[in-house]
Nanobody
Framework: QVQLIESGGGLVQTGGSLRLSCEAS????????MGWVRQAPGKERELVAY????????VTTDSVKGRFTISRDNAKNTVYLQMNSLKPEDTAVYFC??????????????????WGQGTQVTVSS
């Protein structure tokens, strides 16, 4: 069973930065695609970014392109989401998620199988 633990959320001012971390158990990075999904109050889940061991990393949400970067440290079995130039609309619970790696479904945002508990990111206006 894959277990994911997020950390790094908090309260920041507009324009500030945060780095979210997701520590994964087992062989997550060798067998899974890792993603960051956020959900703001009253809004649907939104896949922000994902990273594949084979095919690289991708930022999915247009509004965060150029501001957010996903990366991984395989030695630490950890995936990161670096968030810069934060805006109030980035306020959400951010979840780390994982799914079996399949090149045919890499970009899908609905089929993540494993989820962390989430970490709150709040950006003040």
């Amino acid at each position: 069973q894959v277990q994911l633990i997020e950390s790094g959320g908090g309260l920041v001012q507009t324009g500030g930065s945060l780095r979210l971390s997701c520590e994964a158990s087992g062989r997550t990075f060798s067998t899974h695609t890792m993603g960051w999904v956020r959900q703001a109050p009253g809004k649907e889940r939104e896949l922000v970014a994902y990273i594949s061991r084979t095919y690289g990393s991708f930022v999915t949400t247009d509004s965060v392109k150029g501001r957010f970067t996903i990366s991984r440290d395989n030695a630490k079995n950890t995936v990161y989401l670096q968030m810069n130039s934060l805006k109030p609309e980035d306020t959400a619970v951010y979840f780390c998620a994982a799914k079996n790696e399949d090149y045919r479904t890499l970009g899908n945002d609905w089929d993540y199988k494993y989820w962390g508990q989430g970490t709150q990111v709040t950006v003040s206006s």
